[in-house]
């Protein structure tokens, strides 16, 4: 008997039309996973499967190709590894696989796999598939599939992974929430014509896009998000100050790394002077709000990231989804697997003004 309360594998899948000869493409990592360089990769392959006319999928002879990136301890349940103050963390691994033979091997995956028949090509991306892992790409049979829980994966368990009492605020409990977690992912599905030129430009906009910024004295006049002073030459020592503090965290957030799905975006609380010790911050207080204004003080477009990257992680896995109502939604509640959480919803009022989404206004209230 298998329990029915992991999570076995979740993602988006497609139906080809199309059969006959397909060719598949993708990219690794040349280097260690904190390093940039890609090299491209391809095979082909003979797809025989057939779609019935119900929409469901069956194949003669499942053929095709994996994109897989994985990491340290995919379930991220304590104690994860982490990269010590002079080296590393290893356990990351990117493949790419053909007919079920490993074609290349590196420790990072840019995020996409094309499919191609003389006739028509679909290219597949998920953004951050490094720090967002487990993830994979997959053409098996005459299905596409972006899994954002690859089947490939030991299931993901929301057991507690602890049965010692958790004292916080004059309580004392043994409880687990796991119930009503959520994790947002995007995927893209392009579909074009074999050897598009613009089919790669198209892909990197999707998983690099461009940030915009206006000058900060506008953002700060708006009183859309708090009125507040543009940077200036007043204060050397409190501007110094900020632009340290975040280029520490950034810093810290890839030497460690503090990634994976149900942990990237978010950030640890205690440095003792060799080590991160302590639970994580869960946007306390309003952790990603703090991103947000430095943004907008900056430019930075790495701040961006980080800002983006911590409000959704506050509006997925640190909040309650179920019951439906969503005035449950922003109530602040023991984090779903590990910790506990108080949420800021500045932060994620920013996001849908910064980003379009206007989902976490709803995760906002």
Not at 330 to 345: E, F, G, L, Q
Request: glycine share 8%; with cysteine; charged share 20%.
């Amino acid at each position: 008997m298998e329990a029915d309360d992991r999570l076995s594998a979740a993602g988006l899948a497609l139906d080809l039309k199309e059969v006959g000869a397909l060719r598949g493409s993708s990219a690794i990592g040349t280097g260690r996973w904190w390093e940039s360089g890609d090299r491209p990769v391809a095979a082909s392959s003979l797809l025989r499967g057939v779609v019935s006319a119900d929409g469901s999928a069956t194949a003669a002879n499942l053929t095709g190709f994996s994109l897989l990136q994985i990491g340290p301890k995919p379930n991220r349940m304590p104690p994860v590894p982490e990269s010590t103050p002079s080296q590393r963390v290893d356990g990351f691994s990117a493949t790419f696989t053909s007919l079920g033979r490993e074609l290349a091997r590196g420790e990072r995956a840019p995020g996409w796999l094309s499919v191609a028949n003389r006739m028509t090509e679909v290219s597949i991306a998920i953004p951050r598939m490094l720090e967002e892992y487990p993830k994979e790409i997959a053409v098996e049979g005459s299905r596409v599939s972006a899994y954002i829980w690859s089947p490939n994966i030991e299931p993901m368990s929301f057991a507690r992974y602890t049965s010692e009492v958790d004292r916080e605020e004059e309580t004392a409990a043994i409880e687990n929430h796991a119930q009503g977690s959520a994790k947002s992912t995007e995927v893209v599905f392009d579909f074009h014509a074999p050897a598009d030129a613009g089919a790669p430009e198209r892909l990197q906009y999707f998983l690099s896009p461009p940030v915009a910024h206006a000058a900060p004295a506008w953002y700060g006049k708006s009183g859309a998000f708090g009125f507040f002073a543009e940077r200036n030459s007043r204060f050397p020592e409190y501007r110094r100050a900020l632009d340290t503090k975040f280029e520490w965290m950034l810093f810290n957030q890839r030497w460690m790394p503090w990634y994976g799905m149900w942990d990237y975006g978010d950030w640890k609380l205690y440095f003792d002077g060799n080590a991160w010790t302590g639970g994580w911050g869960n946007n306390e207080p309003g952790e990603d709000f703090i991103c947000w204004l430095q943004f907008m003080q900056t430019g930075d477009p790495r701040v961006f990231d980080a800002a983006r990257a911590n409000s959704r992680h506050s509006m997925d896995v640190d909040n309650i989804h179920w019951p439906a109502d969503p005035s449950t939604w922003a109530t602040p509640t023991p984090r779903s697997i590990t910790s506990s959480s108080n949420s800021c919803r500045k932060g994620r009022l920013t996001l849908a003004s910064a980003r379009g989404m206007r989902r976490s206004t709803g995760a906002g209230r």
